[in-house]
């Protein structure tokens, strides 16, 4: 089971694993209603507690339910719940690309502890001045979420970075006792090389001969890290910057081919349909309301 599958509500996804925010117990009954066992996390998620008890493992950890505690989960990560049915809280899940698609370049936000994979606290307590603040905005993004209004994706982004920047903030504090491993520090050198080569540079092995590693070391070290391989990081960033070129520049499939290196654009939009879900055409014909 995924998290973001009890969020899957047709009439109010933003779009498809994109974006989604549901009250706490409404996530719960949903959870219990299925088969026991772990759910994994396809999307950064942020699950809230304000008030409960009980337990929670995220992979083999096992942590107590504290209140006002938040406990965040990369892509990957296995989440178990034994939690009382009147726990209150929030369940936030998003893409790095809800962030990062309509911004003609990588969010500062981005570039957060929040996100670096060296520091992989999962649980991050919330004190009392910074929960006003946080409070408000989750409440404005649940109601936003629940509505059609004009402009609903651009509050919701809106909304979503300021969390993150109060949360990022608290994080960088309960953190900064926690030394990273060799092992993160290596997956935060691949995805700052990423940024740099992918245009490129698409295999592996390119990276890690950079890191003076194995390609089957580097995928292990940034899957252990993220959730994900070193390969599937750099398909993906190249499809994030296809989107881009087609929202922000109007390029054609073929002027994008050219430019990210595919000098064949059937190959490249056969690449673009198996790593994004979507064939090109239909992506840059629903651009306007893609999100």
């Given at each position: 089971m995924?998290?973001?599958?009890?969020?899957?509500?047709?009439?109010?996804?933003?779009?498809?694993?994109?974006?989604?925010?549901?009250?706490?117990g409404?996530?719960?009954?949903?959870?219990?209603?299925?088969?026991?066992?772990?759910?994994?996390?396809?999307?950064?998620?942020?699950?809230?507690?304000?008030?409960?008890?009980?337990?929670?493992?995220?992979?083999?950890?096992?942590f107590?339910?504290?209140d006002?505690?938040?406990?965040?989960?990369?892509?990957?990560?296995?989440?178990?719940?034994?939690?009382?049915?009147?726990?209150?809280?929030?369940?936030?899940?998003?893409?790095?690309?809800?962030?990062?698609?309509?911004?003609?370049?990588?969010?500062?936000?981005?570039?957060?502890?929040?996100?670096?994979?060296?520091?992989?606290?999962?649980?991050?307590?919330?004190?009392?001045?910074?929960?006003?603040?946080?409070?408000a905005?989750?409440?404005?993004?649940?109601?936003?979420?629940?509505?059609?209004?004009?402009?609903?994706?651009?509050?919701?982004?809106g909304?979503?970075?300021?969390?993150?920047?109060?949360?990022?903030?608290?994080?960088?504090?309960?953190?900064?006792?926690?030394?990273?491993?060799?092992?993160?520090?290596?997956?935060?050198?691949?995805?700052?090389?990423?940024?740099?080569?992918?245009?490129?540079?698409?295999?592996?092995?390119?990276?890690?001969?950079?890191?003076?590693?194995?390609?089957?070391?580097?995928?292990?070290?940034?899957?252990?890290?993220?959730?994900?391989?070193?390969?599937?990081?750099?398909?993906?960033?190249?499809?994030?910057?296809?989107?881009?070129?087609?929202?922000?520049?109007?390029?054609?499939?073929?002027?994008?081919?050219?430019?990210?290196?595919?000098?064949?654009?059937?190959?490249?939009?056969k690449?673009?349909k198996?790593?994004?879900?979507?064939?090109?055409?239909?992506?840059?014909?629903?651009?306007?309301?893609?999100c």
């Amino acid at each position: 089971m995924y998290i973001s599958n009890f969020l899957k509500d047709p009439a109010k996804t933003v779009s498809n694993k994109q974006f989604a925010i549901s009250e706490f117990g409404v996530v719960l009954k949903q959870i219990t209603d299925q088969e026991q066992g772990p759910f994994l996390a396809d999307s950064y998620s942020i699950l809230w507690i304000f008030r409960g008890s009980g337990e929670i493992r995220i992979d083999m950890e096992k942590f107590k339910v504290e209140d006002d505690a938040i406990y965040y989960l990369k892509p990957g990560r296995a989440l178990t719940l034994d939690i009382n049915e009147d726990a209150k809280g929030y369940l936030i899940s998003f893409s790095r690309e809800f962030l990062e698609l309509y911004e003609k370049k990588t969010t500062e936000l981005i570039n957060t502890s929040f996100f670096n994979y060296s520091m992989n606290l999962p649980v991050i307590k919330i004190d009392a001045e910074m929960r006003s603040f946080m409070m408000a905005i989750a409440n404005e993004m649940l109601q936003e979420f629940q509505n059609y209004f004009e402009l609903r994706l651009e509050i919701l982004k809106g909304l979503l970075k300021i969390f993150m920047i109060y949360l990022s903030r608290q994080f960088e504090n309960d953190a900064s006792n926690n030394s990273p491993s060799r092992n993160w520090d290596l997956a935060n050198i691949f995805y700052s090389q990423l940024e740099k080569h992918f245009v490129t540079k698409k295999m592996v092995k390119d990276y890690a001969d950079m890191l003076a590693v194995t390609p089957g070391y580097l995928n292990e070290i940034v899957k252990d890290a993220s959730g994900y391989s070193a390969s599937y990081h750099i398909k993906q960033r190249i499809i994030l910057e296809a989107k881009r070129m087609a929202i922000f520049e109007g390029d054609s499939m073929k002027e994008i081919a050219y430019y990210l290196g595919f000098f064949d654009p059937a190959h490249f939009s056969k690449y673009f349909k198996n790593w994004s879900g979507v064939n090109f055409t239909d992506f840059k014909k629903g651009v306007s309301n893609y999100c």
